[in-house]
């Protein structure tokens, strides 16, 4: 099987732009998990989906929002970026309940 | 809240020698434990899981609850086991939000 791709790879933005980020789970996966790592705050968790639902939501404010498609693919979006916001932003994908998560390789943002 | 600490930011081992990557965590139910990896250039990827109880690449690494610890141990490090080496937990109900512990970078030294 493929595993977790994620799209584009690097991105480079300037503050007060919005970015959205794709994530493709492997065949057959239903839940899509965002992570954000920097090298302060390490790895820290966005929000997860389910059949198109939002399971669960990290502490990030709201202009990190996500969505799910149909086919289990995912976005999430960042508005109004922030020089913050420059991280390796990593998705994961599992069959749904609990079992091993597969994480992609990660986009690169960089906010200038 | 939940926490994950990971008191060593690096660890450095000779080849052969036994290694013991710390992980503390803080959760007042029963959580789900975890040790994921990454080598150099690849992606992140699940090392073992305490509800399997099993032994991955010659370590493994038990939950105390009284201690509320699982460190990863491995007997006899390899060169190929440097890598960075995160512990995390998941919480009854919480789908799959893995809350991180801030990671360990192993170097093992020929």
């Known amino acids: 099987k493929a595993g977790v791709t994620q799209t584009p790879r690097y991105l480079i933005k300037t503050r007060g732009q919005q970015v959205t980020l794709s994530c493709s789970p492997i065949?057959?996966?239903?839940?899509v998990s965002w992570y954000q790592q920097t090298p302060g705050q390490g790895l820290q968790f966005l929000f997860e989906y389910f059949s198109e639902t939002q399971r669960n939501k990290g502490n990030f404010p709201g202009r990190f929002s996500g969505r799910q498609f149909s086919n289990s693919r995912s976005e999430m979006n960042v508005s109004t970026l922030e020089l913050g916001d420059s991280a390796l932003y990593l998705c994961a994908s599992s069959l749904g309940g609990s079992e091993t998560q597969y994480f992609g390789p990660g986009t690169r943002l960089l906010v200038l | 809240a939940q926490r994950v600490t990971q008191p060593e930011k690096l660890l450095s081992v000779f080849k052969g020698a036994p290694v013991e990557l710390k992980c503390n965590y803080s959760?007042?139910?029963?959580?789900?434990l975890f040790w994921y990896v990454q080598y150099s250039r690849q992606r992140l990827q699940l090392l073992l899981r305490?509800?399997s109880r099993e032994s991955i690449k010659g370590f493994t690494a038990d939950l105390n609850k009284g201690e509320t610890s699982f460190h990863l141990k491995k007997p006899f490090a390899q060169e190929e086991d440097s890598a960075m080496y995160y512990c995390?937990?998941?919480?009854?109900?919480?789908?799959?939000?893995?809350?991180f512990g801030g990671g360990t970078r192993l170097m093992v030294k020929p």
């Open positions: 305490h509800i």
């Open positions: 995390a937990l998941k919480y009854n109900n919480a789908g799959n939000m893995l809350t």
């Open positions: 065949s057959g996966h239903r839940s």
């Open positions: 959760y007042s139910g029963s959580p789900e």
